[in-house]
């Protein structure tokens, strides 16, 4: 169901850059709208940790940087620190579905 | 501080019907749109439903859900709401009540979530 699409997992080892894609389309990320990332802990809801594609709230560690171009998004984590561990989502909204849209995804584990 | 409380999750069965609250705090709560946003069991986040403020007091949903959800908000108890009704399996989720941040699309405050069970 979900509209934009992220790889199922990344990984690194402790001290590493990783980047998580997210992918859309004309409807959503290609038609101008912004992108939006969730941080999921285990067990845990969701929070927003990158909105209007590249600001942080307060309290989120500059080390998480998000980016946009085109139909896609990106989020980059840099120095992976074991609290890194989590599931993180993408979010826009698409004008054809008239409604928010999410992505699929991704598992961030650290080695 | 922002608070989002949810409540009414219950385990309920095909057909059935389910109400679920959230009492907001710590914010002005009738400046702002609220949404509803499910995840079942070990897959993804779906946005369920979203109301505007009494301003414009229009309603959204996504497809799956239109004519049998139905979302509303008392502004004066600083609450949400979200009617369920013929409940079906595929409804089972944990719902989060979520906070609309003004002039975007995207939602700054969570709440922890209500269980939905949907099984006979």
């Known amino acids: 169901q979900s509209v934009l699409t992220q790889p199922p997992s990344v990984s690194g080892a402790p001290g590493q850059r990783v980047t998580i894609s997210c992918t859309g389309s004309s409807s959503n990320i290609g038609a101008g709208h912004d992108v939006h990332w969730y941080q999921q802990l285990p067990g845990t809801a969701p929070k927003l940790f990158i909105y209007?594609?590249?600001n942080r709230p307060s309290g989120v560690p500059d080390r998480f940087s998000g980016s946009k171009s085109g139909t896609s998004a990106s989020l980059a984590i840099s120095g992976l620190q074991a609290e890194d561990e989590a599931d993180y989502y993408c979010q826009s909204y698409d004008n054809s579905l008239r409604g928010y849209v999410f992505g699929t995804g991704t598992k961030v584990t650290v080695l | 501080e922002v608070q989002l409380l949810e409540s009414g999750g219950d385990l309920v069965q095909p057909g059935g019907s389910l109400r679920l609250s959230c009492e907001s705090s710590?914010?002005?709560?009738?400046?702002?749109?609220m949404a509803w946003v499910r995840q079942a069991p070990g897959k993804g986040l779906e946005w369920v439903s979203i109301i505007g403020t009494v301003r414009d007091g229009r309603t959204y949903y996504t497809d799956s859900v239109e004519g049998r959800f139905t979302i509303s908000r008392d502004d004066s108890k600083s609450t949400l709401y979200l009617q369920m009704n013929s409940l079906r399996v595929e409804d089972t989720a944990t719902y989060y009540c979520?906070?609309?941040?003004?002039?975007?699309?995207?939602?700054?405050?969570w709440g922890q979530g209500a269980l939905v069970t949907v099984s006979s």
């Open positions: 710590g914010f002005i709560f009738r400046n702002y749109a």
């Open positions: 979520a906070k609309k941040f003004s002039g975007s699309y995207h939602f700054d405050y």
């Open positions: 209007g594609n590249i």
